[in-house]
């Protein structure tokens, strides 16, 4: 269905009205008192900044000009009108200024100086018409062909080819999916998938072109020193077999000068490389005319060049003229040069060897041409073993048993083992080209548009040049040639030269220049890739990198180029750098058409590029191909590349690299997360899938900062869970009041949680109340079936204090909450004591008091914390207890405390009837803040008379084991009366008051449990306890309050726990 747009120009009238010129318009501002930060429409919400919206003072004043728009005047200053926009996007470059990390000042003063771009012939097409016909079509195709045979090449070329139009076809999607800056391919997958895997693969990448470029080097050096001038070599062959270690040092040499000058012009300016691309390329298209204009000659007038046979094998003419055994001169028959090589100089034939004795030599021609029929023997495969003979199918010989192979004898050898998938690592890198734009995506003119017309023109005729050639090389030249690297049968010249027409330095030439552009190409796009990996600040070592000259070419980047293409350079083996460049270049592959896939699957809005003849089957089955090659060229280097790729991933993520970018990994979270939430049961889980999943209350001070952010280590500490946290916190007043407080406490909770490493989610509510806000927070905190199922909050340590009462009320009510909740509740003491996530205990232990079962949780806490356990001593209780831990597989030294039944203390007595004084005289007395204090000392003085009397009776001498302490009457009013004149006559009533018994029995078990916990884990790094629940009237909650205060006392760190009656261990597997 189409969309209309309507467009609401606003324009100033010609006529200028009289009534609106009468009345001067006046341009709202802000209100008195100063503008705001940011622009924010009249709801007070700011608006996402634009690259496109400018909100300086000349489109303040323009905005407003005329009444036509009065009734959106409030959001002018965010929100500009469409006749503004229009202006800008018609005005807007394809430069970066989308992207923010590419808008430093340094680089807008670079850009507003930059030249005008490259169109798509020069900037795209020729580039990587280059880098495809380098230094393979020329060096190995015709190698790769009598090894694989013309079908199986044919199958090789094809596959590749397959691969890198696939991979261009969803390149070319993403890059008209927006405006693609410096960088390319970097960008392209970076902005697709993440940072973590544009890094990742942006690194791999650039090593491939680095490496490129040195495979490149190498290729130019191998033409010079090889077929150019060999008598150029500086180091020189020492005995027989040495040849192959001079040539690997001459390389090193000569590639190492060539680096130099290349890495030269390359500084000089890309302008002076584009330059010699096109005398480069001239020499490109030169050469394959003339490999074609050759083929054509065949067909009428093959030339001739003779091939010598010993026997069916090769022999190399390097030491000979003449392809006989003897020859006849005057009817006087000699020995020729071919048998003094083989007998050693002599005309004695028992000093010969044993193969030429018995074989004939024969002559054949190298090139019989296009109509000879030899495509029929080209057809199949010849693989052959490293040192094998290269030999003619279907030539008479004479095999010699036990030949023993004298070195220095004139046959033409494989120098490499050949198969199937070796050949495929070498030939892949010839079609790595396709990148060679897009790598140069900041020089281009309109990038959207010369990236998909110049890539795929370029893969066309590359693939059509290739396949072409792989018949006709098949067609024309003889299998042993083509299976003859170095034309050692050829007197040393290029297989592919003695085709073309008119002479064979045409090939020479042209494919040493072709090389050099290639070379030229790699180092002019690696820098740049580096450069835009460094300006995202992914990778921080490698921000260095994104300087450079005042126009913007990457100095520092070439240099660190130019250092790693010299350790290529240094391995001065072509066939052993191509295999590494196919892992590097395939896995950039891969990605690209997974980004296409993935933006596609996905369907976000965002995805609307302008080249439409893709798919995402097409962008599967290309990375599915390009998954294969890897394994198919070398399992082991596909394995090294991926592992090279997962460590930056890591590094990366490790690192923390927080750019959103929109890309397609966090779509494709935000889908699966959608679909995990709708499809989880919203009952309750299994006691097997039960993990802790933990709402943290915190408190905040004055600033809005965390009071105990000790809260937060703890959390982390349980994270061997695995479960969901939700860090809540709750600020009094109302929302639009306390909004910027409230961004401002977020802030600072998120940077506290990125501090103590707590994954989880940040929730701040703001009520009107805190108790509301609390039981809001446990109430609504999480989404779905993703909700928390215990609830961590820190002990209210001022809850004595008067001045704060509601406090320990709040605290209260939130133990109601959850226990209503049916959720678990966690109770932290001294939390300013625990441990932060630096801080290794050394020895202690975790000492566990189960006193009661309500789910388990209290074991399954000190298993999560990985700490060593202490449990509580009786002879079958511990058998039990010891057989069930073994069970839930929790290691735990077991021990039973019996709490032996005794009389109540005087002490607690005591102590009950001050709670109770306390609480009556703050409940039934208002009083002044002064008369409180004065109570309150009152009320301390005698509980710590009751703890000397009971310390004085410690020190004498031991009384009956049962003692039975009765309160009568009398004592109570002689002990009125014994404190009468310390006593306020305001409280006569106090103490007549009389202790309730289940508020004794209660203070007596907490009394006598705080004695045993603090004889037994006095020496425990954490005291897990389980805690008692609320009384049911609420009249009564202080004195709960008091009950946990005695039962913790003296314990260092203390965490309360209450289940909430589900099981969460199980026995069961």
Known sequence: MPTNFTVVPVEARADGGQEEAAEPSEAPGPPEGGEPDCPSPGDGHPR?????????????ESVYEGKNMALFEEEMDSNPMVSSLLNKLANYTNLSQGVVEHEEAEDSRRRQAKSPGMGTFIGVYLPCLQNILGVILFLRLTWIVGAAGVLESFLIVSMCCTCTMLTAISMSAIATNGVVPAGGSYYMISRSLGP???GAVGLCFYLGTTFAGAMYILGTIEIFLTYISPGAAIVHPEGAGGEATALLHNMRVY????????????????????????????????SILAIYAGVIKTAFDPPDIPVCLLGNRTLSRRGFDVCAKVHTANNISATTALWGVFCNGSADSTSCDQYFLHNNVTEIQGIPGVASGVLLDNLWSAYADKGAFVEKKGVPSVAVPEEARAHGLPYVLTDIMTYFTMLVGIYFPSVTGIMAGSNRSGDLRDAQKSIPTGTILAIVTTSFIYLSCIVLFGACIEGVILRDKFGEALQGNLVIGMLAWPSPWVIVIGSFFSTCGA???????????????????????????????????PTWALLLTALICETGILIASLDSVAPILSMFFLMCYMFV?????????????????????????????????????????????????????GCIYKYIEYRGAEKEWGDGIRGLSLNAARYALLHVEHGPLHTKNWRPQVLVLLNLDEEQRVKHPRLLSFTSQLKAGKGLTIVGSVLEGTFLDKHAEAQQAEENIRALMSAEKTKGFCQLVVSSSLRDGTSHLIQSAGLGAMKHNAVLVGWPGAWKQEDNPSSWRNFVDTVRDATAAQQALLVAKNVDLFPHNQQRLSGGHIDVWWIVHDGGLLMLLPFLLRQHKVDDNSIQMKKDLQTFLYHLRISAEVEVVEMVESDISAFT?????MMEQRSQMLKQMQLSKTEREREAQLIHDRNTASHLAMAARAQAPPTPDRVQMTWTKEKLVAEKHRNKDATVSGFKDLFSLKPNQSNVRRMHTAVRLNGVVLDKSQDAQLVLLNMPGPPKNRQGDENYMEFLEVLTEGLNRVLLVRGSGREVVTIYS
């Not at 600040?537 to 300087?547: A, D, K, N, T, Y």
């Open 593 to 645: 058409n997974l980004a296409c896939a993935l933006q596609t699957l996905l369907r976000t809005p965002s995805w609307r590029p302008r080249f439409k003849y893709y798919h995402w089957t097409l962008s599967f089955l290309g990375m599915s191909l390009c998954f294969a090659l890897m394994f198919i060229c070398s399992w082991y280097y596909a394995l090294c590349a991926m592992l090279v790729a």
């Open 519 to 553: 070379g030229l190409q790699s180092l002019t796009g690696a820098p740049r890739l580096l450069q835009a990996i460094a300006r995202d600040s992914i990778v921080p070592f490698l921000q260095v990198f994104g300087h450079g000259k005042a126009n913007g070419e």
């Open 48 to 60: 996402e900044s634009s690259p496109f919206i400018s909100h300086g003072e000349a489109d303040t």
């Open 909 to 913: 007595y005591e102590r009950t009837l």
């Open 255 to 286: 590639g190492t000068c060539t680096l130099a000058l290349m890495a030269t012009v390359v500084f000089v300016g890309v302008k002076y490389v584009n330059k010699l691309a096109l005398v480069f390329l001239a020499c490109v298209v030169l």
């Open 196 to 198: 973590e895997f544009g």
